[in-house]
């Protein structure tokens, strides 16, 4: 059987995997990751999305063997050890850019990965289309674009108007 | 899925080996269409050689007056890489409408080529720009190279390695997405280049094609007017729920004049 090691949330680990063993299989089911979520498990819908060294991908469509020396970063990794929120999460809080939730943990995934892509700056056009391939079913989707707009401003080092409520 | 064994060359040389030695083996690069397929059972391959560890499948680079992309590039780096934007922007703007951001993270160009997709984006931009497919063990111009839906000239153990594109002159591309997959329900591209012009079509038919016509019209008079009259028939187009072959039929005029429009 393949062993692959992988580097996810800064923790090293070393799994036992068959060939056929799909990424997210081993976030949920070896790590007990259960952040990262499968939807429709045909690569469509985006609930699995976690960043696989710079790039987001859909962790129902790529193997474990593929990924072996990989460093990955899931939902679960992107708040701060003392439970300070990432900004994309803050601002998902802040916007209350989600309904039932399950498809968030993907959409901020691609939105990090968006705004990261995009350091001078998003159009409300850019997101929309940043977010093709994540579906929220609860149709919810106006605030997560607000959110995300608010987050890049914070990420790309511009003091938004959230930023300067929190202080 | 069913279970299979994994090998990671790092030479095109090895990964040739291994699908000689076993002709159930298949080789993955982006795996976005191979893995859906395996995760259906519709492929029962007994191994997969992962290219991703061969250095000499990357990489995008001037020659003379072509641009040649590895095939292990991804659509994300077609999209964005300064050469290609500078000279095919058209390509580049293709690449950035293909799936969506995490498809384009890990699809690759030469995977898409070989797998041939009848709604694939990169076959027409090959054909209009009269490219040139790169193999391990030949050059095969991409007029020969689209065979049917799915299929192409490669032979079972043959690798694409990458694609040579001929800078073109100008060069436009438009389709029309299903609202829903948001696979091209039709896309024309356009180019005029070194080799005169090329009008290159997915999506309408089980194969992309070149419609001779429109490229006879634009040589003539390069505008969108010229294409505008010109009828695409449907004898051998695409027919299902999404549209009849009529409707794709004149998709091809629609987008062709939306190309040219596009290319300037």
Known sequence: ?????????????????????????????????????????????????????????????????????????????????????????????????????????????????????????????????????????????????????????????????LARAAE | MYDFAYHKPSSVADAVKLMAADPEAR??????????????RLNKPTALIDLSGIAELRGVRREGDAIVIGGMTTHYEVATHPQILAAIPALARMAATIGDTQVRNRGTIGGSLANNDPAADYPAAALALRATILTDRRRIPADEFFLGMFTTALEADELVTGISFPIPEKAGYAKLRNPASRYSMTGVFVAKGPQGVGVGVNGAAPC??????????????????????????????NSDIHGSAAYRANLVTVMAKRAVADAG
């Open chain 1, 1 to 161: 059987m393949p062993q692959v090691s992988l580097t996810v949330n800064g923790k090293s680990h070393t799994v036992d995997v068959e060939g056929r063993t799909l990424l997210v299989e081993v976030l949920r089911e070896k790590l007990r990751l259960t952040g990262t979520h499968v939807g429709c498990d045909t690569s469509q819908c985006g609930a699995c999305v976690v960043q696989v060294g710079e790039d987001s991908v859909k962790a129902c469509t790529i193997l474990a063997v593929q990924l072996d020396g990989a460093e990955i970063t899931t939902i679960e990794g992107l708040a701060a050890a003392d439970g300070t929120l990432h900004p994309m999460q803050e601002a998902f809080r802040e916007y209350h850019a989600l309904q039932c939730g399950f498809c968030t943990p993907g959409m901020v995934m691609s939105a990090i990965d968006l705004v990261k892509k995009h350091p001078s700056g998003l159009s409300e056009q850019e997101i929309r289309e940043g977010l093709e391939g994540n579906i929220c079913r609860c149709t919810g989707y106006h605030n997560i674009v607000k959110a995300i707009a608010a987050a890049a401003e914070v990420m790309n080092g511009k003091r938004s108007e």
């Open chain 2, 208 to 237: 992309a094609f070149r419609q001779n016509e429109m490229e006879a019209a634009l040589s003539a008079s390069w505008s969108a007017d010229a294409v505008a009259a010109i009828k695409q028939p449907p004898d051998d187009l």
């Open chain 2, 27 to 40: 080789p993955v690069s982006g795996g976005m269409t191979l893995l859906p397929a395996l995760k259906h």
